[in-house]
């Protein structure tokens, strides 16, 4: 009984307290084949978290370490002569960079808001004045409720008859993805830019601007680095990760069935709120052609199958349009992005997002994207690449908009 009162106690302090990051430090290596296998076994012995996927692609991981196992990381490294580099130095102070103080903005004017990562009660603020001061072109509407209860927002912009769904934040770490959105909603309703007004006019655009926000929520509370949902699946082990969580090959290869893996699918497809809300949406509307999925960080554009290697019936079309889209993107800034599908850029992965909605409901132009940066700073992006991020990606994303108005996407 005691034991079980001491053990419910360590629970709830652990719940409580912010996971510091100090100290601890992220790494890319460069393993050869055989040297990977020295880099998986570190993985469970030292506790490694892996921010880019535990996979060998004869090229490099990215993974961050805890202070306590530093020194032993990279004495291993050292002996087994595995090259590697420091990514980011200290996380906390990288992450600490990212929290801004609490500010008073006018958030219908202040357009220096857009600069600065945001707490879920001020994303949620600014989507109420955004369709109270766009009302002309935009409105709200929630689409779900999260696990804890949240409602779960979307911004409704445009009136034409096909749909382009444009989801942010599902992994609640990758913090520049909702940045990416609210300024893709304001650019996309108030320019009076001639093509902008007629993809306006001929299409609708669903923004989900924090899909996951149970998460994003605990992000800023609790745990910088943390990604996935927040339903409690064991005693030890929180959350689901929601972009394993469809009904595409669910449970399939490149996915986790341990309940505290950050890529675990989950109890059952679509167990989870957060991936219900998306699925109930693009089929409530019946009209979505389009549908990206954007995440941090990489700079990939992609495209269906994630979960087998084998070509999806639109692969050449869906291969023009993501080329496309990285030329756009590169013309903005000069960023080199990745085109290919989900399982030939980065690997198997299964229970997607994209695959679901361009195999069971129809959205041929179904798209995943992973924004900057190429891991220097990883999900401690600085938020003055923040609009930089932005602009470049809604090129991107006008290169998909206008291949539904050209008839591309069925
Ligand atoms: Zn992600």
């Known amino acids: ?36 296998e020295t880099i998986k076994t570190m993985q469970e012995k030292y506790d490694l978290d892996f921010w880019s996927d535990l996979r060998y692609e004869g090229d490099f991981v990215d993974f961050m370490v805890r202070p306590t196992f530093r020194s032993l990381v990279e004495e291993t490294m050292n002996f087994f002569k595995i090259k590697y580099e420091t990514f980011v130095e200290d996380v906390e102070i990288a992450a600490q960079a990212q929290f801004t103080p609490g500010q008073e903005w006018n958030i219908a004017t202040d357009d220096a808001f857009y600069d600065q990562y945001h707490t879920l009660d001020e994303i949620n603020q600014w989507i109420s004045v955004f369709a109270t001061t766009n009302s002309q072109v935009a409105s709200q ?19 034409g008859g096909q749909s382009f769904v444009i989801n942010c934040g599902i992994h609640s770490r990758e913090w520049v ?11 996309l309703a108030e320019s009076t830019d001639s093509e902008i007004v007629n ?11 924090s899909a996951n926000p149970d998460g994003y929520l605990y992000t800023w509370s609790t745990d910088r680095m943390w990604r996935k949902t927040r339903k409690p699946i064991t005693n030890l082990c929180t959350g689901v990760d929601p972009n394993r969580n469809y009904d595409a090959n669910w449970s399939g290869e490149g996915a986790s069935n341990k309940a505290c893996s ?45 979960y087998t290697y084998s070509a999806c019936a639109d692969a050449a079309s869906l291969d023009q349009i993501a080329k496309n889209s990285v030329a756009a993107i590169r013309s903005v800034h000069g960023k080199v992005y990745q085109a290919g599908s989900i399982s030939g850029v980065i690997y198997v992965a299964s ?29 401690t992006l600085p938020d003055r690449q923040i609009r930089p991020t932005a602009e470049e990606t809604v090129e991107g994303l006008k290169v998909i908009a206008n291949a539904i108005v050209d008839g591309q996407c069925g």
């Open 199 to 209: 993809l306006r006019n001929q299409l609708t655009f669903y923004i989900i601007p």
């Open 1 to 36: 009984m005691l034991t079980k009162t001491v053990i419910a106690l360590a629970l709830l302090g652990l719940a409580v307290a912010k996971v510091d990051y100090s100290g601890y430090r992220v790494f890319r290596a460069y393993p050869t084949l055989k040297q990977f």
């Open 141 to 159: 509407l929630v689409i779900g409720t999260s696990y804890e209860g949240r409602s779960i927002r979307a911004l409704k912009i445009g009136n």
């Open 262 to 306: 950050d890529s675990y699918y989950g109890p059952s497809a679509f167990s989870e709120a957060e991936t219900q809300a998306q699925r109930d949406l693009v089929q409530s509307l019946g009209n979505v052609k389009a549908y990206i999925d954007i995440h941090a960080y990489s700079q990939m554009w992609m495209y269906p199958y994630g």
């Open 177 to 187: 993805s909702p940045a990416t959105c609210m300024l893709t909603a304001k650019w």
């Open 351 to 379: 229970g997607s997002s994209a695959d679901y909605f361009y195999d069971h409901q129809n959205v041929k132009c179904s798209f995943a994207a992973e924004l900057r940066d190429t891991g220097l700073y990883g999900f």
